[in-house]
């Protein structure tokens, strides 16, 4: 199973994106780490590339909130990524907020699976039980 | 017209500099006091000197902070440099300046050097008579350290290696290798008017469980690049890396090895110093349990022997701190140390020699690529992981290196990656560790051993 994964915008928090990198490894998938400060394109441009299944975006500083909006709109201009599976975790807004209303937000941007402040391992399990209800794990 | 001064020439007929005069800086370095200049303070080594750390955007708003550090005894002043200046995006610089001096409102995260120029920064820092050290993180300073010795700033701390690889994800390694090198010749050059212009290398590196052999390989480096341009007093640093007796050992073979290197190559004459940064990692958000913090990190500075501590302050976990409370961890460490004494003398031969083993392997590999110079050598081995900085975001580090801490809070390398650890010390490390643990046990220890302070 391929995973493109990486930090969004001008994020340079470094930390969580390695050990993502790290458990994600360990769970056995094939890692594609873009790293920090990566923009909407250079995603979909390495699933594209890569051939992933599941493309999954952190977020630190809360400016996944930004590119979020944008993603439905790029998304559309790719002719292969219908199929795969948008996640999204981290500090998915500036300052706080009710989890609930920043769930369906994302939802609406178009993310399968949203982990506002959910710990790793959590949200890698969401991650597997999604794989395994679309029978593709 | 040599080709170094052409290409100052050239960086310095920029549009945001105001008609720099060469002979005019030369002559008030030469004739600048000597109390500017923090080697002649480290060669009268009479006490561990503390500097905090401090930039606003604003002269009068820097001039007030100089104020309290003063009043609060500080040794050495620091200048820290805005994030816009950091990537000589001058323009941003001054029209952020502009909207902070109009508005009440800081619109840069520091000082904005470059725009305020040498001439209005030197007044305030011949004022004050103190050393001043630049605190900035830029790849390429050449305008910004011809700016800071043209005001009378007598310390550069950073590198190409120390000031990149924690900051950057893809600013081009070797571009900075070149660029530091003509700041190493400059800072060199000066140095022959006066007192020496003092390096510092910037040791904390990501601050983030970075073992201390690749610290003391880093810092050893650096020195090494500095050293063979001419420059004649270097600081290595290293930080609080949260185990005390780590801490005292990575002192004194930093301390050994440097001196050893420099011999090797030449450079003995060169005056090396060891510079202490108090914990660099995540704070407590409760201010008395950070004073305490700060106050362990002066104990340790004092064991291990340190020439200067730079300090943080009990407002870290928050954001930029104020110029009170940034004053208050001065008189705090300065009493700290006057009333620290009759420190025993603590040696741990077994870590000490493990630890040289380490570093002398992995410098014995850098010497050993094929290329011709040093700054060749070194980007190789970065590039092929021989030095490899956990948590580093620039692409061009391996991250195949894994640490952890063990039961006593040293650092541990459990994963060595391409780094050539000898066999016998990478046993020696792992078996300081529980690794029964699968790899989510180990994630959840890296998550927790990065925030033991907390």
């Known amino acids: ?137 | 017209m040599s080709l170094l001064q052409e290409e100052r020439e050239i960086i310095l007929s920029n549009e945001y500099v105001d008609a720099f005069d060469f002979a005019e800086v030369a002559e008030f370095v030469s004739n600048a006091s000597k109390e500017l200049f923090i080697s002649h303070h480290f060669a009268k080594r009479q006490k561990m000197l503390v500097q905090p750390r401090g930039g606003f955007p604003t002269y009068e708003q820097q001039y007030a902070l100089y104020e309290y550090f003063v009043n609060a005894n500080v040794d050495v002043l620091p200048l820290t440099i805005d994030s816009n200046t950091r990537l000589n995006d001058y323009a941003t610089a001054k029209k952020m300046l502009r909207l902070s001096e109009e508005n009440d409102m800081d619109m840069l995260n520091g000082y904005p050097l470059v725009t305020h120029g040498y001439r209005t920064t030197r007044k305030m820092i011949t004022h004050f008579d103190k050393p001043v050290s630049l605190r900035h993180g830029t790849p390429d300073a050449r305008l910004l350290i011809e700016t800071a010795i043209a005001s009378g700033i007598f310390e550069i701390e950073g590198g190409p290696i120390t000031y990149l690889l924690p900051y950057s994800k893809n600013f081009p390694l070797d571009k900075a290798f070149l660029y530091w090198k003509y700041v190493e010749r400059v800072c060199a050059n000066y140095s022959e008017l006066n007192e020496p212009i003092n390096r510092e290398s910037f040791g904390p590196l990501t601050a983030t469980l970075v073992p201390p052999a690749i610290t003391i390989v880093i810092q050893l480096l650096e020195m090494l690049l500095s050293l063979e341009e001419g420059v004649k007093s270097f600081s290595v640093s290293f930080a609080q890396q949260g185990s005390m007796n780590q801490d005292i050992v990575t002192g004194a073979v930093i301390k050994k090895l440097a001196r050893y290197y420099a011999e090797q190559i030449g450079c003995g004459d060169a005056a090396i110093n060891l510079v202490y940064h108090q914990w660099m990692g995540a704070f407590p958000t409760n201010q008395d349990y950070a004073d305490q913090l700060i106050n362990l990190a002066t104990v340790i500075a004092s064991m291990v022997g340190a020439d200067k501590i730079i300090t943080k302050t009990r407002q870290e976990a928050t954001g930029i701190p104020t110029k009170e409370a940034n004053a208050k961890t001065v008189a705090d460490t300065q009493y700290t140390l006057r009333i620290l004494n009759g420190l025993p003398n603590v040696v741990d031969e077994e870590e000490e020699e493990i630890l040289t083993l380490e570093v002398k392997a992995i410098m014995e590999a850098v010497f050993n690529d094929p290329a011709d110079t040093l700054w060749r050598k070194v980007f190789n081995s970065i590039k092929n992981g021989i030095i490899d900085v956990p948590f580093s975001p620039h692409i061009i580090n391996q991250n195949e290196m894994i640490t952890i801490r063990d039961a006593q809070k040293n650092i541990r390398i459990i994963e060595r990656g391409n780094v050539p650890i000898p066999d016998k010390c990478y046993e020696y490390e792992k078996a300081q560790c529980d690794l029964t643990k699968d790899t989510t046990g180990i994630v959840n220890d890296i998550i927790h051993d990065i925030g033991i302070m907390q």
């Open chain 1, 1 to 137: 199973m391929k995973v493109v994964t990486g930090v969004v915008g001008n994020d340079i928090h470094v930390v969580a994106n390695r050990l993502i990198d790290l458990s994600l490894r360990a769970r056995g998938y094939d890692v594609f780490n873009l790293g920090v400060n990566t923009h909407l394109e250079e995603f979909f441009d390495a699933v594209v590339e890569t051939g992933a299944e599941v493309l999954m975006i952190s977020s630190l500083n809360g400016e996944a909130e930004g590119w979020g909006r944008e993603v439905k709109l790029l998304k559309s201009k790719y002719k292969t990524l219908d199929d795969v599976i948008m996640m999204i975790g981290g500090n998915l807004v500036v300052g706080s907020g009710n989890t609930e209303e920043i769930m369906s937000r994302y939802k609406n941007y178009g993310f399968d699976l949203v982990c506002h402040q959910v710990d790793l391992n959590s949200g890698l399990d969401m991650l597997q039980e999604l794989l395994e209800q679309r029978g593709i794990s």
